[in-house]
């Protein structure tokens, strides 16, 4: 037999069912005549059609199911039919029951799931640092939070930890002699986000900052008392023009800040 038709069951998408036959098939010089894919398979009601349509034709059913009703019904009908049935699915679900004592969820698709979650994260991570401190800004109107604020008040960070949630963020330093961008008008006021702290609070830190590239802090207007103090009376009132919420992190850690953003934004 050089052909063979490959019937593919699975209560999700069958990616996995069609991955590893293929890897199988791989192994023989002959190739599928067809490939005959059964989606959302979520009921023992389809599986006479699948068999009756496979017991016709030189076949093999690869399933990966995880609800043990309908993969006991594909089993007993194509044993019957004499059609070979393999399942990937049900010998590791059965021994894992078995160490873990305990039942398997049996909710199709969860792995699926797994891996949108995860390239749902890498999306927002890669978004995170195209739009880091002002950059992409033509990007603004697709970011799930935009978030202004200061020098040193620590908008990468937050940008990055809520990034690793799945939500896209952006970051844009206020500084009053530039211009924020006119993306900004484009962002609905629901998705700002402004950072403040205390003038003390920031002084110490670009101090440390000035200290740490090697410069000496009194030697810069970057940490000056009336520089800081003009910095943030003039960003506080950016921020409330904006109708952005403003969120205070003197002495606060980015996990609080960020916990209380994302309760927002997965309450939309």
């Given at each position: 037999?050089?052909?063979?038709?490959?019937?593919?069951?699975?209560?999700?998408?069958?990616?996995?069912?069609?991955?590893?036959a293929l890897a199988a098939i791989s192994q023989f010089d002959t190739d599928f005549s067809k490939i005959i894919r059964y989606r959302y398979v979520e009921g023992p009601g389809r599986i006479d059609e699948i068999v009756s349509r496979a017991s016709t034709v030189p076949s093999?059913?690869?399933?990966?199911?995880?609800?043990?009703?309908?993969?006991?019904?594909?089993?007993?009908?194509?044993?019957?039919?004499?059609?070979?049935?393999?399942?990937?699915?049900?010998?590791?679900?059965?021994?894992?029951?078995?160490?873990?004592?305990?039942?398997?969820?049996?909710?199709?698709?969860?792995?699926?799931?797994?891996?949108?979650?995860?390239?749902?994260?890498?999306?927002?991570?890669?978004?995170?640092?195209?739009?880091?401190?002002?950059?992409?800004?033509?990007?603004?109107?697709?970011?799930?939070?935009?978030?202004?604020?200061?020098?040193?008040?620590?908008?990468?960070?937050?940008?990055?930890?809520?990034?690793?949630?799945?939500?896209?963020?952006?970051?844009?330093?206020?500084?009053?002699?530039?211009?924020?961008?006119?993306?900004?008008?484009?962002?609905?006021?629901?998705?700002?986000?402004?950072?403040?702290?205390?003038?003390?609070?920031?002084?110490?830190?670009?101090?440390?900052?000035?200290?740490?590239?090697?410069?000496?802090?009194?030697?810069?207007?970057?940490?000056?008392?009336?520089?800081?103090?003009?910095?943030?009376?003039?960003?506080?009132?950016?921020?409330?023009?904006?109708?952005?919420?403003?969120?205070?992190?003197?002495?606060r850690a980015v996990e609080e800040t960020a916990q209380e953003i994302l309760d927002v934004l997965r309450a939309r």
């Amino acid at each position: 037999m050089d052909t063979l038709n490959l019937f593919i069951v699975s209560d999700s998408t069958g990616e996995t069912a069609e991955h590893v036959a293929l890897a199988a098939i791989s192994q023989f010089d002959t190739d599928f005549s067809k490939i005959i894919r059964y989606r959302y398979v979520e009921g023992p009601g389809r599986i006479d059609e699948i068999v009756s349509r496979a017991s016709t034709v030189p076949s093999i059913i690869i399933c990966t199911l995880v609800d043990r009703q309908i993969r006991s019904a594909l089993a007993q009908n194509s044993a019957r039919a004499g059609v070979p049935c393999v399942d990937l699915l049900g010998p590791i679900v059965d021994a894992l029951e078995e160490r873990l004592e305990r039942p398997p969820l049996q909710s199709p698709g969860l792995l699926r799931k797994l891996d949108e979650d995860y390239f749902k994260k890498i999306k927002a991570v890669e978004f995170a640092i195209q739009c880091d401190d002002g950059r992409g800004t033509e990007s603004l109107p697709d970011a799930d939070v935009v978030i202004l604020g200061v020098s040193r008040t620590g908008k990468t960070p937050l940008s990055m930890y809520i990034a690793n949630k799945g939500f896209k963020a952006a970051n844009i330093p206020l500084i009053p002699e530039v211009d924020p961008p006119e993306a900004i008008k484009d962002v609905p006021s629901s998705k700002l986000v402004g950072l403040i702290i205390s003038a003390e609070r920031l002084i110490q830190i670009r101090q440390e900052r000035l200290r740490l590239l090697g410069l000496e802090p009194s030697a810069s207007a970057y940490a000056s008392r009336d520089r800081v103090d003009r910095e943030i009376q003039a960003a506080v009132s950016y921020l409330k023009s904006l109708g952005a919420r403003i969120y205070d992190v003197t002495d606060r850690a980015v996990e609080e800040t960020a916990q209380e953003i994302l309760d927002v934004l997965r309450a939309r």
